[in-house]
């Protein structure tokens, strides 16, 4: 992925594709068609950066000419990219405006839940663990248990 003019190499463990698909397929029979989930797919975010987020929740719409410029939410899988994706990220994504980011720590077994962006920042991070439930500010309604999520470590 581009990232401020450079391409970062990503790499995909097999438990980072577990917490993708169990996040894809959850929020695509919740939102319906309501907004529309992209995985692993670009966003126009700037003239030196395309980030490919985990998952992006964005406008329902058709992209065929262009990749989507804005998001509701994006969420990264984190397990080596903790580092990156808890600063060059967040600071990417509230630069360009992007209303809530998800981390889904998979070692930690937790998601931290960046909101409110403020001149390149944000302003609120609170972190989720087990037994706790979190929802999405623009869809409220959509609701991810931690314990749920991460129930496949305990076997």
Same mark, same amino acid.
């Given at each position: ?22 996040? @894809?397929?959850?929020?695509? !029979? ?31 719409? @058709? ?11 994006? !969420? ?80």
């Amino acid at each position: 992925e581009l990232l401020y003019g450079r391409l970062v190499p990503m790499t995909i463990h097999p438990p980072h594709s577990h917490f993708v698909k169990v996040l @894809t397929k959850l929020f695509v !029979i919740a939102l319906g068609d309501r907004a529309d989930v992209l995985v692993q797919s670009p966003i126009a975010s700037s003239d030196d950066s395309e980030p490919e987020p985990d998952l992006s929740i964005v406008p329902a719409a @058709t992209y065929f000419d262009d990749h989507p410029s804005r998001a509701l939410l994006i !969420i990264e899988v984190a397990d080596s990219t903790l580092k990156k994706d808890r600063t060059v990220k967040a600071q990417l994504y509230a630069e360009t405006g992007v209303p809530e980011y998800w981390i889904v720590d998979g070692n930690g077994a937790a998601i931290e839940v960046y909101s409110q962006p403020i001149d390149g920042r944000y302003s609120s991070v609170v972190r989720y663990s087990a037994g706790q439930t979190v929802s999405p500010t623009a869809f409220p309604d959509i609701v991810v248990s931690l314990d749920a999520l991460f129930s496949v470590r305990s076997r």
